[in-house]
């Protein structure tokens, strides 16, 4: 896999249910292997500096049914069993009610 210059990748986390994207966190290869190894998802907090597990201090945990790799090698999908809100915000998912206006029709 293709980390970046930090030696993070990212990871874009999906239900694995129903198909919503979750959120999207930043892993390092320690985090990945807490990930795989463990069953539940971990990340690394660019702005703490540290590793952290989903839902150690919410109760909101993720637990892994599935790990892909794109195409490109650079970048994660993981599917999970979501328990509880994914978004510190409290919601389901960190895309709920924030929605950009664009222009979603063409003619070419």
């Known amino acids: 896999m293709k980390f970046n210059e930090q030696g993070l990748i990212p990871a874009i986390i999906q239900d694995h249910d129903g198909g919503r994207v979750l959120m999207l966190g930043w892993m390092d290869e320690e985090a990945l292997h807490r990930t795989r190894t463990t069953g539940r998802v971990w990340f690394w907090s660019r702005s703490r500096r540290e590793y952290w597990r989903k839902g150690d201090t919410s109760g909101h945990r993720q637990y892994v049914r599935d790990i892909e790799v794109d195409c490109d090698e650079d970048t994660l999908l993981i599917q ?23 222009v979603t029709d063409h003619d070419d």
């Open 80 to 102: 999970v069993e979501q328990v509880g809100a994914a978004c510190h915000t409290g919601t389901r998912s960190c895309f709920d009610g924030r929605t950009l206006e664009a």
